[in-house]
């Protein structure tokens, strides 16, 4: 199941000693024997995790049952506490989906659905979205995403420790992903190594956002405290492959009793300070770290913060293997004094060879060379001669052809292209979710200086197919113009920037969802790395409308606004024809 990527479904955390291959139909330990913090303030509260569902018993459930006539449940993962979690089969649109399933008469029904609904909305790439909360008849479930390409911190962790290029990179995708959930009022309080995924292109995800806590009962007179730490714990356990706690979980060995917190560099040999310090101001430490007198960050913000004000680390530079020596063969063996072959015994030196006869130096030898060169001469002054009175013979003959007669300076020049005026132009969004469509004029207003800006995106250069198909702009001609090319500005570089350019019939055509530009004649792609790129058109086909159309955005460092690494900006578009 491991192999399967459990990561996927948003289930138990399987801490303690039991495998993440256990099977489906047995309750998983699910935090027995080792209490977050979230769970000892929900029994100091004296709300009980269990309790309330001890009466409630399980639907019954099986592979190949069907809710809604379109959810095909496939494999039980967690069944605990009276609901249960399922891979399953959305057999409307042919992909994979996680499914939590519980009574309707479950006292945690209602807040299950009410925090699958809030984190539905939230619509943060960074978490494993939510796709349906359905109350029906006698059940409620929950669907959310399956990633099978993501991997469980659990598992990533279970071969060793992070790198700190990989540590940095999880301490502040997280806890930028959870500032922006705590800003919409939402609260995770089951942050742990079973609810991060890793994908294969080295993006954190964040799964269980709200519904986990609901599903188990758990709440918090902190939550921003709770998940701080929790984030701590993760960048400890990246740093050090150890619990920062005294009990064993998410199979990662605890600390040893009776020594307390201690920092992660004192832990591990090598561990990065600046991360050490960073895991202890965000884990339990209601004061200083020992080393440096900095405030504890008690919210995801102001860890986020501390994150961003450290120096960036660099990822390592690939190893470079060295080219195995050359071995010679016996054909090249020996030349240029080099050694030879391991093995063999050099050649014995062979006779020496022959001394060539010493040049003509005599009265006689030195008449001969003067007569010969006498001799050669005389034959091409002749052959000369020859050649150039046929040459004159044969032009009289035949009358001038027409490249004599007419000058190169008198063939037709190719047409110069012309400039071609944008009338109008609007954003093409068939997500319905525009970028800056208020900034389109400013592509084409004369100004480089101005610009329109898509948002900034966590994953790229490509745009993850999942999130958008692609951003871009429709230009108006005027009328129906033959195209022979685009100049378009760029504010980034880097990476690279992959734009195409369509034929469309108006400002606002209708598309297909899959594949919005399916319908639209494509003119031109090309990638580039510079800030702007000139694309050409082969094609004769006439338009008035073209579609601008960006399917790949470089990195480029956060700014104001602008926090994810993959971004653009168009500055200056011109059309000729």
């Known amino acids: 199941m491991a192999e399967r990527s459990t990561a996927a479904v948003d289930v138990a955390d399987n801490s303690g000693n039991e495998p993440l291959t256990a099977e489906a139909g047995k309750a998983t330990s699910d935090g027995v024997g080792t209490e977050t913090k979230a769970d000892t303030e929900a029994k100091a509260a004296g709300t009980d995790i269990k309790g309330a569902a001890a009466d409630t018993s399980a639907p019954e459930l099986h592979s190949g049952h069907k809710l809604a006539r379109r959810y095909r449940l496939e494999e039980c993962v967690t069944r605990l506490d009276g609901f249960s979690s399922w891979r399953a089969v959305d057999e409307k649109l042919r992909r994979a989906v996680g499914v939590h399933v519980l009574p309707a008469d479950h006292p945690r029904?209602?807040?299950?659905?009410?925090?699958?609904?809030?984190?539905?909305?939230?619509?943060?790439?960074?978490?494993?979205?939510?796709?349906?909360?359905?109350?029906?008849?006698?059940?409620?479930?929950?669907?959310?995403?399956?990633?099978?390409?993501?991997?469980?911190?659990?598992?990533?962790?279970?071969?060793g420790p992070l790198e700190p290029h990989d540590a940095y990179q999880l301490v502040s995708q997280v806890s930028q992903a959870m500032a922006a959930a705590h800003r919409e009022g939402l609260a995770h309080l089951r942050l742990n190594p079973g609810s991060v995924l890793r994908t294969?292109?080295?993006?954190?995800?964040?799964?269980?956002?709200?519904?986990?806590?609901?599903?188990?009962?758990?709440?918090?007179?902190?939550?921003?405290?709770?998940?701080?730490?929790?984030?701590?714990?993760?960048?400890?356990?990246?740093?050090?492959?150890?619990?920062?706690?005294?009990?064993?979980?998410?199979?990662?060995?605890?600390?040893?009793?009776?020594?307390?917190?201690?920092?992660?560099?004192?832990?591990?040999?090598?561990?990065?300070?600046?991360?050490?310090?960073?895991?202890?101001?965000?884990?339990?430490?209601?004061?200083?770290?020992?080393?440096?007198?900095?405030?504890?960050?008690?919210?995801?913000?102001?860890?986020?913060?501390?994150?961003?004000?450290?120096?960036?680390?660099?990822?390592?530079?690939?190893?470079?293997?060295?080219?195995?020596?050359?071995?010679?063969?016996?054909?090249?063996?020996?030349?240029?004094?080099?050694?030879?072959?391991?093995g063999r015994q050099p050649l014995a030196p062979g006779p020496a060879a022959p001394v060539p006869p010493p040049p003509l130096q005599s009265r006689t030898g030195k008449a001969l060379k003067w007569t010969v060169s006498a001799l050669l001469i005389a034959a091409l002054g002749l052959g000369s001669w020859q050649l150039a009175?046929?040459?004159?013979?044969?032009?009289?003959?035949?009358?001038?052809?027409?490249?004599?007669?007419?000058?190169?300076?008198?063939?037709?020049?190719?047409?110069?292209?012309?400039?071609?005026?944008?009338?109008?132009?609007?954003?093409?969004?068939?997500?319905?979710?525009?970028?800056?469509?208020?900034?389109?004029?400013?592509?084409?207003d004369g100004d480089p200086s101005t610009s329109w800006r898509t948002n900034s995106f966590i994953d790229g250069p490509p745009f993850a197919p999942s999130v958008k198909k692609g951003v871009g702009i429709i230009y108006d001609l005027g009328s129906k113009r033959t195209l022979s090319g685009a100049s378009i500005g760029l504010h980034y570089g880097g990476s690279y920037t992959e734009i195409s350019l369509y034929a469309t019939d108006s400002l606002s055509p209708s598309v297909s969802a899959s594949d919005p530009v399916a319908s639209f004649e494509k003119l031109v792609s090309k990638k580039t790395t510079g800030k702007s790129v000139d694309l050409t058109v082969k094609s004769k086909a006439k338009t008035r409308y073209v579609l601008v159309w960006l399917t790949a955005l470089p990195y480029s460092p956060p700014e104001p606004n602008y926090t994810n690494h993959y971004k653009q900006a168009i500055t200056n578009v011109k059309f000729t024809g």
């Open 109 to 159: 029904a209602r807040p299950v659905l009410a925090a699958a609904r809030s984190a539905a909305l939230l619509g943060d790439p960074r978490f494993v979205q939510v796709l349906d909360a359905v109350e029906d008849n006698d059940l409620v479930y929950v669907v959310h995403e399956w990633l099978p390409d993501a991997t469980e911190l659990t598992a990533v962790l279970a071969s």
């Open 200 to 342: 294969e292109t080295g993006q954190y995800r964040i799964r269980g956002l709200a519904v986990m806590a609901a599903l188990r009962g758990i709440s918090s007179d902190h939550p921003q405290r709770t998940d701080t730490e929790a984030i701590g714990a993760l960048l400890y356990a990246a740093l050090t492959q150890r619990w920062p706690y005294e009990t064993d979980a998410y199979g990662l060995s605890g600390l040893p009793k009776g020594v307390g917190l201690i920092a992660p560099d004192q832990v591990r040999a090598g561990v990065h300070r600046g991360l050490s310090e960073l895991a202890m101001r965000a884990l339990v430490n209601d004061g200083a770290t020992a080393s440096r007198q900095d405030q504890p960050c008690t919210t995801p913000e102001e860890l986020a913060k501390a994150v961003a004000a450290m120096p960036r680390i660099r990822p390592p530079e690939p190893a470079f293997t060295a080219p195995e020596a050359f071995q010679r063969t016996t054909y090249t063996q020996g030349a240029y004094g080099q050694p030879p072959h391991r």
């Open 389 to 444: 009175d046929t040459l004159l013979k044969e032009e009289k003959k035949s009358p001038p052809s027409r490249s004599q007669q007419k000058g190169d300076d008198d063939k037709p020049a190719k047409p110069a292209s012309k400039p071609i005026a944008i009338v109008n132009a609007r954003e093409f969004a068939p997500d319905g979710s525009a970028q800056k469509p208020g900034q389109v004029k400013l592509t084409y």
